[in-house]
């Protein structure tokens, strides 16, 4: 069953987690590490591993070199994995059979647990409507049901390879944030399903993949502004300038930002990407602050 899956993990100064990952991922599956120009030892601990690592000269964001990773695959599913996640035993294995019973399904997450334990759900997206919103009760302690979705997360992404393929794989133009968003509604768009398994399980670390500080926070905040305006426009959601600039009113004029210098680096930034995008510019490659 594991000869039937690639696991491509992108790196980016990951030094410090890659190597738990590897670990924790079951013999006999394909991984290939696609490090996005790190300064630090990642490429050489995904090699001495035993990883297939792809080196990229230059950062060009976590969608292409996702792309990247799962060019030529010839199995029948791509998993996408952060490596700050730890992968249980039986994981795949049961993402596996989950996808032999819903054929249809294009993608699928397992449960994803954060660094307490708990589970981590994605409810929402710039993408659907309220209506469309996952359950809340989806992310109660112990959930095991399989349900279909309408939404889901990057962190853990597992893929039907023709799914993939199909739709064009991820948006290259998205340099990060709600590259995942755009992948799994465009399948739903082109017919397939999108599915959480509770039964498979992930462990996440969140924001560990490429180390945090108030800068890196603010930089986050200012993709996550610019890749959402564009994920609207691209796909016709109503008055996103108008959205993206009251998002940006209400981060600025958060009492949190009296308390935290992060949560005030962050707003500036949103704000920031918010007045400087350009629909053009962006398509180009012109997204650095």
């Known amino acids: 069953m594991h000869d039937r899956i690639r696991i491509v993990s992108v790196a980016f100064n990951s030094a410090q987690v890659i190597g738990d990952f590897l670990a924790s991922v079951p013999k006999g599956i394909e991984v290939v590490v696609v490090d996005n120009n790190s300064e630090d030892a990642s490429r050489d601990i995904a ?16 969608g292409t070199a996702c792309n ?14 952060n490596p700050d996640s730890t992968l249980t035993p039986d994981c795949c294995r049961l993402l596996v059979e989950a996808a032999e019973k819903h054929p249809k399904a294009g993608a699928m997450n397992p449960a994803i647990l954060n660094r307490r334990g708990a589970l981590r759900l994605d409810r929402r997206s710039a993408l659907i409507s309220p209506s469309e919103y996952t359950d809340r009760r989806y992310a109660e302690a112990g959930n095991k049901d399989s349900v279909e979705v309408n939404i889901l997360t990057g962190a853990a992404l597992f893929c039907r390879q023709q799914a993939f393929d199909e739709v064009g794989g991820f948006d290259e133009k998205i ?16 017919g397939w399903t ?20 108030i800068k890196g926070a603010a930089l986050k905040a200012y993709f996550i502004a610019q890749s959402r305006m564009y994920v609207e426009r691209r796909h016709g959601i109503s008055a996103p300038g108008l959205r993206a600039v009251l998002r940006a009113l209400a981060k600025i004029t958060s ?3 009296l308390l935290s210098a992060r949560k005030r680096a962050q707003a500036l930034a949103y704000l920031k990407g918010t007045l400087r995008f350009d629909m053009m510019r962006y398509q180009n490659g012109d997204y650095m602050p």
Not at 47 to 62: C, D, S, T
């Open 47 to 62: 090699a001495a591993m035993g990883a297939k690592v792809i080196a990229l000269p230059e950062n060009r964001g976590f």
């Open 68 to 81: 990247r990773g799962a060019e030529g695959n010839d199995k029948e599913f791509v998993f996408f994995c």
């Open 175 to 190: 340099f990060l944030y709600h590259e995942d968003d755009d992948l799994v509604f465009r399948m739903r768009q082109a």
């Open 194 to 213: 999108l599915r959480i398994e509770h039964g498979a399980t992930v462990s996440h670390l969140g924001g560990k993949s490429s180390g945090s500080s």
């Open 255 to 257: 009492p949190l930002n």
